[in-house]
DNA sequence: CTGTTAGCGCGTTCAG
DNA sequence: CTGAACGCGCTAACAG
């Protein structure tokens, strides 16, 4: 420990003694308790100052049983969409006096789990939660015993809690209406569909070929992306692009897959959306400033995470209705990587190989 | 609260009725207290799975003055270069049990100062803090009172604390000596020169052009986006590239800037490098997805972040010595974004304005 | 309005 | 090796 000159934390025993009040009265200022005198009050208020005091927030919730703070998990914190997510509840609670405990498992169930013991150990009060797997048993256990309210953000699981969903399904389908006006069937789609928005993004994928009596070609879905990162994206766009028939479009759904992806056809010099119609998600900067501006699905995750935080207040407050869901829209935004299929449209050559592609990390 | 069927967390009470022994002896296996024979540890070790007990976080803080837990502050959340430190923080953390109270202060030292208290509440163990602005008299005051050990991050505050800081110097200058011999002689600074990092660059840059015997002009240097974000970074490049005799490349520091200025860019029309050499820093996936690829400052702030984790448990195992202070280096990565300067190179002609652009959320 | 007091759950004595 | 008792700092309940 560096060598510090500060005596250790001021007690509200001490307070009390300075201010020549009870510890009761102390209390009692400290947790904005009316039914006090004011000049009391300006009393302890000064003492308090004076030492510099700070209650001690693992006796107070020893003894209340409410640690005034809130337990967040994402899977990753280098995904945009969590970030912004984290913003929102992060603001509501805020104005409701409650910290934020963020925590990410770096796509790790174990880590997962180890956070959920954590929370459980320090009594956050309630859970925001993102799972890395929703078909995960552990997890759900674990969850199950909590025993405190959680929301679900954008995950099916069994579980008494509330829930925000995004509708992922309208949006895509407008993706797949536009891009099959303009003449693709040979559309690749790149992403990891494990959980919810990949699964309804998925379905609304096929559907909408079925739909338009497009074959669906199950060479065309790379939808393992789970747990895998950019470096999926990647190898998986490059392999579609330069094995047999290539797609006339690719989208490439999830933030860290958009780049991945963004990256293969880069290093194929490939034109958007001369040769390739290229369209992202989740990454709206990212679509926003690569060269050119990329059509992608966006969402607003920051309202996500106040409605979260919003429920999970709602709880708090004594709220014993069954469990809620609130779901949330999202947006196809157009830019300019899509186009026509060329009528005389071939497959890219094989330009360059791509290097070995590791995460960012 | 939704309708829970779960009793209350099991205490160490109940664990040792469970077991038939003494909570004393609850406690030393939950310790992992040596000492203990096989047939009684392994009968609490049953009993706790069967409470699925979890030790009362509180109560043992309370009790021993030792929360397993680090908070670490930062300014933005949004900013990769965080984002990455963080990650290596909690790497080492993990490794040693500890949890990390992450927070970000959204630039806003009021919000800095609330954390800080919330800490000091929480009895976290210690603290990695990058601050926002480290003038801050508030800010320096709050850290002076945390009695805990602190890591300051790449940031000059009078406080009795290890640091970590990067080397930005070098890269700046190799950076500037690459563009002046290219030929570039006005070169536009985009960045905020409030803290260390962009203090170091900003003097970097300046002497560099008088070693080289280019005037200085001020107006080329845009160096007051503390605390404005991406905006500023756009309406200054802007400003730039539309007013007066325009610079022939641009250096814009910091991923928000970085960010900012590419979007003005863009909106201008111009193409990078034949019109405008462009450099941008601490945003790796944008330099290297950016059509075309950007040269950029960049470092590895997953190790500062392990490092600054490492001085802290160094601390923790009891080490007195005085204040140490690390230095990490940054490289300057070399894209194709810069180039020569063009012989008859003219200021670009205005070919449409940029839309009021607001930050990104 | 204010003072007094009894635990919250745990780790750490100190006796056995 | 094990059990019993104390108190960490605080709040709530009750007395005055």
Known sequence: MTSNPIRPRATI??????????????????????????????????????LSYQPNAAARAMRTNISKTVGMLVPDLGCPVFVRMIAGVKEVLAQNGYMLFTFSSESEVSQEITFLQAARQR????????????TSAETARELQMMGVPIVVVDREIKLDADRVFVEHTQAMEALMAQL?????????????ALNRPGRLRV????NALQRAGITVDPDLMRTDGAGRGAAYGTSETYDLLTNGAAPTALIAAGSDFFFGALKAVRALDLSIPDQLSF???DDTELAEIAGPPITAIERDMREVGRMAAKLLLDRFAGNALPPRTIIQSSQLVLRKSIGKVQPTRRAPAIKKHVEQTTPAE
């Open 203 to 206: 379905a609304a994928y096929r």
């Open 13 to 50: 025993r001490e307070v009390a003694a300075a201010a020549g009040v009870s510890m009761g009265t102390v209390s009692r200022v400290a947790g904005g308790s009316t039914r006090i005198s004011e000049v009391t009050r300006a009393r302890v208020l000064a003492a308090m100052k004076d």
């Open 180 to 192: 099959i006006a303009m003449g693709h069937e040979r559309i690749g789609f790149v992403t990891a």
């Open 279 to 281: 369209v992202g998600a």
């Open 123 to 134: 009594q956050l009060d309630g859970l925001i939660v993102s799972v890395v797997d929703e």
